[in-house]
């Protein structure tokens, strides 16, 4: 069955350091892979998605993610965080059906 | 072009009562999905529909949660006699076709006393 993983519940960095939220996912067949962003009391935002070609794929908001088929990994990352950065993070895969399923988040938070 | 409406955003009910939560998609989508996320959880789909059709309710719980999605007028996903366990955040989503992207409405966060 189709699984995601996301190792790390919280997760604080210092204001312009640099990110990276893991994601690791169980799937058959070469995945459709996203990355959505939920701030407090808001619906999901998405940052970008992996379907097929190039494995570094750049996202909104200075995010990228980079699909490694060998680590079954689709991490998350951004060089420099900003305060409004703070909020919970989600990676996502498509099962068969077109269905989400989601990892349980990673929740950022940024220190001045 | 609206996005993805939910309403309403919060809902307060007692034990025993019936919740109807309500989802228009985006233009032109035809595809909607509902997802519920408990507190400190990740979302987890709960059922997925077209017009007039429940196409996988996979994630539907088998007693008191019923969804539709009629020819004309939102999405309705109906939770009758709730219980404090229903209390959690439930978001549709809406998409053009299966497996193309979903867009995510903001919720509705339902409380059960």
């Known amino acids: 069955a189709q699984s995601v993983t996301q190792p790390d519940i919280h997760i604080t960095v210092s204001e312009g350091a640099s990110l990276e939220l893991r994601c690791n996912y169980s799937?058959?067949?070469?995945?459709?892979l996203f990355w959505y962003v939920q701030s407090p009391g808001q619906g999901l935002q998405l940052l970008l998605k992996y379907f097929s070609g190039d494995t570094l794929v750049q996202g909104i908001k200075g995010f990228e993610a980079e699909f490694k088929r060998s680590q079954s990994s689709f991490n998350l990352r951004k060089p420099s965080v900003h305060w409004s950065d703070a909020a919970e993070y989600f990676c996502a895969v498509n099962d068969p059906g077109g269905n989400l399923i989601f990892g349980k988040g990673t929740k950022l938070s940024v220190k001045p | 072009n609206a996005g993805v409406m939910q309403n309403p955003r919060h809902l307060v009910r007692r034990r025993g009562q019936e919740a109807r939560l309500r989802c228009s998609p985006m233009k032109g989508h035809s595809h909607v999905y509902w997802y519920r996320q408990l507190p400190e959880e990740g979302l987890k789909f709960m059922v997925y529909?077209?017009?007039?059709?429940?196409?996988?309710e996979s994630g539907m719980p088998k007693e008191r949660f019923s969804a539709e999605f009629p020819k004309e007028g939102p999405s309705i996903l109906r939770i009758q006699q709730v219980v404090r366990g229903d209390s959690a955040a439930y978001f549709c989503?809406?998409?053009?076709?299966?497996?193309?992207?979903?867009?995510f409405g903001p919720g509705t966060r339902l409380t059960v006393l």
């Open positions: 529909l077209q017009k007039e059709n429940i196409i996988d």
């Open positions: 989503a809406s998409s053009s076709g299966t497996g193309d992207h979903q867009f």
């Open positions: 799937y058959g067949a070469t995945p459709y």
